[in-house]
């Protein structure tokens, strides 16, 4: 059965949950893109109004194309390209089909929030005897244009409710899920919006790009030569066309030891980490952090506490850099929020002490997205039923909340946010939860220029 424990905190996250839904296209009013007037944003900017229940806001997924070409014509792009969705036989192809002169050149993260109550309190589409039932939501999606080109905008209705997709599951055996997350998973019948970008703006944060010049220069470390490329803001190449100076940024801070300590995410980071390091004569260790049968408040501090001792024992921890992940995806499948609150509690002063007697390097790395489109079997009977995004987004919240506070000098490397628009690059076609190689590498490639600052 759901826990009803969380309730009192899912409208505090509502505001910072990147992800919202839209009830019916009918009842949508979409406002012409522009840039804001009142502001000296540069960011683009589309407001859309949507019906939903009156007291519980519904939950977008949206994810922002680009194309570049001399041919390419925003019309015909958006026809022929179309967000993905649930089907009874899986999900539909989110690959646009291949357009003369069109080249799918970025994959940018937007940022969708909910705009404030107008002033004349809420506006009831339903109204039941005295009761408004219904209500319009209006929210703010923005984006970065670093690129001339077709922005196309894809919307996907992907929670009914943002309170229910927050909810804990229980998975005793002697209990019983009654309820679900509310996934839906469902194109907006006007999916994909278009945008011509003609004078591009520098871009707020980093994003994802294909380079036409550079296709086969990563293909040595076994990805794909059209794989896309992590890009900083600053339009600095950080990823896998990078490679060679892992190595001497390594080198420059006089690595020995990586120690990564976390769920299957760490597993999956630990490959492409020491492929790249490994020239480097850096050892990169991998300790699973993913107590059985599930996340408890007890199991996990305990196992943290346990290998933080066994690994000061020798002296080496003084050239030990750490990375930690709390099994944050692992907490949102199976875990209760206010445990895994209660374990940062405790677990954080521990990587805080370990920092400061050890003089190593500790640093939190960000639970990464996860994505229920590419799960193809029924969440109804799966045990991936509370794994949503809105709830990875709040235990993150909770844990960067707490670090500062409790950790001051544990530094945090946002993987979410490279991860959050990448679902086209699943680890296998039904993975919700694990990227694919050129994703990860790309990830290790940030980790590896923040652990030892970019020497």
Not at 331 to 350: N, R, T
Not at 364 to 377: E, K, R
Request: charge should be neutral; aromatic fraction near 8%.
């Amino acid at each position: 059965m759901i826990s009803t424990g969380v309730k009192s905190v899912c409208f505090v996250c509502s505001s910072v949950i990147l992800l919202f839904v839209l009830k019916q296209p009918s009842t949508t009013q979409i406002r012409d893109i522009a840039l804001l007037p009142e502001t000296n944003d540069l960011r683009k900017h589309v407001t859309i109004q949507i019906e939903g229940k009156a007291h519980d806001a519904p939950v977008l997924s949206v994810r922002v194309l680009v194309y570049q070409g001399e041919l390419c014509d925003g019309n015909s792009l958006r026809k022929s390209c179309r967000t993905r969705s649930v089907s009874s036989q899986g999900t539909s192809n989110l690959e646009c089909p291949p357009m003369s002169g069109c080249i799918e050149a970025a994959l940018l993260q937007p940022s969708v929030k909910l705009m404030p109550e107008p002033s004349g309190g809420l506006k009831c589409a339903l109204f039941e005897g005295n009761l408004c039932r219904r209500r319009l939501w209006s929210f703010d999606i923005s984006f970065s244009t670093p690129l001339p080109g077709y922005y196309l905008v894809h919307i996907r209705k992907e929670y009914e409710s943002l309170a229910q997709s927050l909810l804990d599951c229980s998975f005793d055996a002697l209990k019983q899920t009654s309820q679900l997350s509310g996934f839906v998973g469902e194109a907006f019948a006007t999916s994909p919006l278009v945008v011509h970008v003609a004078l591009p703006t520098p871009a707020d944060h980093g994003y994802w790009m294909r380079d036409p010049s550079a296709a086969a220069a990563c293909q040595h470390l076994g990805v794909g030569a059209q794989h896309y490329h992590w890009m900083e803001p600053d339009s600095t190449t950080v990823g896998c066309l990078a490679t060679k100076d892992a190595t001497q940024w390594a080198q420059a801070a006089q690595m020995k030891q990586i120690v990564i300590l976390g769920d299957s995410v760490g597993r999956e980071l630990w490959g492409p980490i020491h492929q790249l390091l490994h020239p480097a004569g850096v050892e990169v260790r991998y300790i699973e952090l993913k107590p059985k049968p599930f996340p408890t408040r007890r199991n996990v501090l305990e196992a943290v506490r346990h290998h933080l001792a066994e690994l000061a024992t020798g002296g080496a921890a003084r050239h030990t850099t750490l990375l930690v992940n709390p099994a944050s995806l692992w907490w949102c499948a199976f875990g209760y929020v206010e445990d895994y609150a209660w374990a940062l509690d405790h677990i954080l002063p521990l990587l805080e002490e370990w920092n400061r007697s050890t003089q190593g390097r500790v640093f939190l790395w960000t639970g990464t997205a996860v994505y229920p489109i590419n799960y193809h079997l029924s969440l109804v009977a799966s045990n991936k039923v509370c794994m949503t995004e809105p709830r990875v987004e709040m235990l993150n919240k909770i844990a960067a909340q707490r670090l500062s506070v409790l950790a001051p000098h544990v530094a945090m490397i946002d993987l979410w946010f490279m991860s959050a628009p990448r679902e086209d690059d699943p680890m296998s076609p039904t993975d919700m939860r694990h990227n694919g190689l050129a994703t990860y590498l790309e990830m290790a490639l940030v980790v590896i220029r923040t652990i030892t600052n970019g020497s």
